[in-house]
């Protein structure tokens, strides 16, 4: 009886050697074929628009058009200069400069601006009344539609890729603005893009107050926002340069500059 587990322990090894010897006269490419390997993760991008049906390819296309030149292609719906990717850079996919990639999964969810729960629909139109100092856009309606189609596509889930990130905005830590200090810095590091005056030097560069910028009802209306919004990428050709304190500073002095009031009549946005 004392022999038995140093049998069991030689046909263990028996066996591994068997098994080594079996793995050896198989040929790699067949060995490991019984194994697919696991999809790698590569770094997030939008998925070819090539591979959709005709008749959503247009409707995205479309989208994508609205975003980019929202007075332009929806004129009748907009009252200031502002896009969609005035805010939303890289047509919704720069990284913590509030992405629309996920929008589509994020919502419906609760808002404290409009105490209840907002679909993704709202969001759009609290964008149109506000950002773009408009009004809404019909519910069904071929540019609500399309705006839609586009969010949704870019917040399709692809499993080969890493997962996206960078939604929503890197908030920064509270810092007391000096608005003086922010008017020498948008006269040195802004005004070349938006202006002296703020009045914009046409797309991509938006106006950042007077009659044709966002209203006062619009989230880049808050310093807090603002500052997170230009600390991660303003100037354009220039990320990095500024302080969190620059960026505080240079969205309280914009803050203090005169633009459009709200419409009350679209406070359910």
């Given amino acids: 009886m004392r022999s038995l587990p140093a049998a069991i322990a030689a046909c ?37 628009l090539s591979g959709l049906p005709a008749e959503r390819l247009a409707t995205v296309q479309y989208g994508k058009l609205l ?10 719906y907009t009252g200031s200069r502002i896009s969609c990717g005035s805010c939303h850079l890289q047509g919704g996919t720069a990284p913590f400069t509030a992405p629309v990639i996920g929008s589509a ?23 149109m009344t506000r950002s ?11 540019e609500m539609r399309a705006l ?6 870019l917040s399709e889930p692809h499993p080969t890729q890493a997962a996206f990130a960078g939604r929503g905005l890197e908030p920064l830590r509270a810092l007391r603005p000096d608005p003086d200090h922010g008017a020498a810095v948008y006269a040195a590091q802004c005004a070349g893009c938006h202006g002296a005056n ?14 044709q910028a966002f209203n006062d009802g619009a989230g880049m209306n808050t310093v807090e926002k603002m500052a997170a919004f230009v600390h991660a990428a303003m100037p354009q050709n220039r990320k990095g340069i500024l302080s969190a304190q620059d960026a505080f500073d240079v969205a309280a002095f ?10 009350h009549a679209y406070d359910r946005f």
């Fill in 132 to 142: 773009e100092n408009g009004r809404p856009l019909p519910h069904d309606g071929p």
């Fill in 67 to 76: 975003f980019e030149e929202t007075p332009l292609y929806a004129s009748g």
């Fill in 105 to 127: 999964q994020a919502y419906p969810k609760f808002s404290a601006r409009a105490g209840r729960r907002v679909s993704l629909e709202d969001r759009v139109q609290e964008c």
């Fill in 12 to 48: 263990t090894v028996a066996l591994y050697v068997s098994a080594i010897a079996v793995g050896l006269r198989v040929r790699p490419a067949a060995f490991y074929s019984i194994y697919p390997e696991a999809p790698r993760a590569r770094t997030w991008h939008p998925a070819p």
């Fill in 198 to 211: 703020g009045e914009g030097t046409g797309p991509p560069f938006p106006p950042l107050w007077g009659p």
């Fill in 254 to 263: 914009v803050h203090q500059r005169p633009r459009p009031s709200f419409d």
């Fill in 148 to 153: 839609l189609a586009y969010i949704r596509w």
